[in-house]
Nanobody, 126 residues
């Protein structure tokens, strides 16, 4: 499985940005895909996840109502980020959890995810 993230950049607070993650290979079509982020000097944090089959989603409390995760029918996942804040500044990573799936209760743990893409930097200026 290979994941390729893109779409990062520099924006001002209150603006929007959309990240993309294109995946290929293996059992990706039946996977759960997600986004994590790693702010400067901090640990990697769960942001959102989506089931490629069924489309069920979960979000971190810090992004609920501002970020939306979605997918198309070609194993590409998007993260629409609205009303961005300086504290959203981070390297954003996409990840995939392929069958057998990790427990939902462990989705915030990086160890629950099987594959990772390279990061894309999002910088939000105040």
């Amino acid at each position: 499985v290979q994941l390729q993230a893109s779409g990062g950049g520099l924006v001002q607070a209150g603006e929007s940005l959309r990240l993309s993650c294109s995946g290929s290979g293996g059992t990706l079509g039946r996977s759960v895909m997600g986004w994590f982020r790693q702010p400067p000097g901090k640990e990697r944090q769960f942001v959102a996840r989506i089931r490629l089959i069924g489309g069920g989603t979960n979000y971190a409390d810090s992004v609920k109502g501002r970020f939306t995760i979605s997918r198309d029918n070609k194993n590409t996942v998007y993260l629409q980020m609205n009303s961005l804040k300086p504290e959203d500044t981070a390297v954003y990573y996409c990840a995939a959890d392929v069958p057998p799936y990790a427990f939902l209760s462990s989705m915030a743990s990086t160890s629950a995810w099987d594959y990772w893409g390279q990061g894309t930097l999002v910088t939000v200026s105040s």
